[in-house]
């Protein structure tokens, strides 16, 4: 099991403050989803749609807000992306992804995670040391 390296202050950085939960849990899910899958911070677009439960969420706001989103076909999946993008599209604008061209980058992933290679490094020392 690996562990994400988060401070714990990230939420009074401006860039957090200027993004809602939604961003924050989608931000979170793809720093774990980097770390486990070793990917340096890169994130298919394809994978942004599997790390939150969005017809949950639509679920949710269904039931808050007016009772519509099943019927304006929100909760299918095409709207599932058209959430999940939007979303993403909040986070880049936030400044904390920069979107490529199949997906996304999590910004300066590696100034705060380790890389894949020292990663790799390190577990294959662990496996010697062993």
């Known amino acids: 099991m690996g562990w994400v390296r988060i401070s714990d202050d990230?939420?009074?950085h401006a860039k957090f403050t200027a993004i809602g939960?939604?961003?924050h849990a989608l931000w979170l899910a793809g720093m774990a989803w980097c770390n486990r899958n070793l990917t340096d911070g890169v994130i298919p677009?394809?994978?942004?749609l599997r790390f939150i439960d969005w017809e949950g969420v639509m679920d949710v706001l269904e039931l808050v807000v007016d009772g519509n989103a099943a019927?304006?076909?929100?909760?299918?999946?095409?709207?599932?992306?058209r959430v999940a993008e939007a979303v993403a599209a909040r986070l880049?604008?936030?400044g904390?992804?920069?979107?490529?061209?199949?997906?996304y980058?999590?910004?300066d992933y590696l100034i705060y995670q380790r890389s894949a290679?020292?990663?790799?490094?390190a577990a294959r020392a662990n496996a010697a040391r062993q």
């Open 10 to 12: 990230y939420y009074d």
């Open 71 to 81: 019927s304006n076909a929100v909760t299918n999946g095409w709207g599932n992306r």
């Open 45 to 48: 677009r394809s994978a942004v």
């Open 92 to 94: 880049v604008k936030a």
């Open 105 to 107: 980058e999590v910004h």
């Open 21 to 23: 939960p939604l961003e």
């Open 96 to 103: 904390l992804w920069v979107e490529m061209p199949n997906g």
């Open 117 to 121: 290679a020292q990663i790799t490094e």
